[in-house]
């Protein structure tokens, strides 16, 4: 059974330190991995992509990991910010088309606080 | 700074009422999209386009209907609202393929259903 499970299911942090959130799936076949960052009465906002050659990729102070061998994705926030406090969610694609399905994370909820 | 717009963004209705859900966007994108999503949970693909005059149910049964007369404007309908249908409602349009192009969302509509 395809599914996508992220750890921890929420998180509280303080300002200024570091983060480490998880992503684990058994889709298969993979075509790629998408992080998104929710917050609070917005829609989802793509953060990065991660295709099955890539194993790292930043975007600011957010940076994504990919293991394809072991099915894990991570996401690393680096000095977080009180704006950094969403839910984020892991989107696993099983196909690079249009008839690609994609498996949703049910999100890990950070909180930041001063 | 989102180009799809959603409204209402919150809706409270009585049981048996007739209700769309409008979304629009600017984009100019084919592809288009309504999830459910409750807290905690994962997204949900209720109904999708491809295009004008193209319409499909997607993987969660869903008692609503959609239409896709202009390319801009994919409104959701609900016939006669129950407590079930209560949840938020997220409209979301992709430029390419599904795997490989990134959804962007609208802020959602959060129904209840009394």
């Known amino acids: 059974k395809n599914q996508v499970e992220q750890s921890p299911q929420s998180l509280i942090i303080l300002e200024g330190k570091n983060c480490t959130l998880q992503?684990?799936?058994?889709?298969?076949?993979?075509?790629?991995l998408r992080w998104y960052k929710q917050d609070t009465g917005r829609g989802p906002v793509s953060l990065t992509i991660?295709?099955?050659?890539?194993n790292t990729k930043s975007n600011g102070r957010y940076t994504a990991t990919l293991d394809a061998d072991t099915k894990q994705s991570s996401l690393h926030i680096t000095a977080s910010q009180l704006s950094d406090s969403a839910s984020y969610i892991c989107?696993?694609?099983?196909?690079?088309?249009?008839?690609?399905?994609?498996?949703f994370g049910r999100g890990t909820q950070l909180t930041v606080w001063p | 700074e989102a180009d799809i717009y959603q409204t209402p963004r919150y809706l409270v209705i009585g049981t048996g009422k007739k209700i769309t859900l409008e979304c629009s966007q600017t984009?100019?994108?084919?592809?288009m999209y309504w999830y459910q999503q409750d807290p905690g949970m994962e997204l949900h693909l209720i109904h999708y386009?491809?295009?004008?005059?193209?319409?499909e149910k997607g993987d969660l049964s869903s008692e609503s209907t959609v239409s896709r007369i202009r390319t801009e404007h994919f409104p959701l309908t609900l016939e006669s609202a129950r407590p079930s249908h209560t949840s938020q409602y997220l409209c979301?349009?992709?430029?390419?393929?599904?795997?490989?192009?990134?959804?962007?969302f609208g802020n959602g509509t959060r129904l209840t259903v009394t």
């Open positions: 991660m295709t099955f050659s890539e």
């Open positions: 989107v696993v694609s099983d196909r690079g088309s249009t008839l690609g399905r994609l498996y």
């Open positions: 992503c684990n799936y058994t889709v298969s076949p993979f075509s790629n």
């Open positions: 386009s491809y295009g004008v005059n193209s319409t």
């Open positions: 984009m100019g994108h084919d592809k």
């Open positions: 979301a349009s992709s430029d390419g393929d599904r795997g490989l192009s990134p959804l962007h």
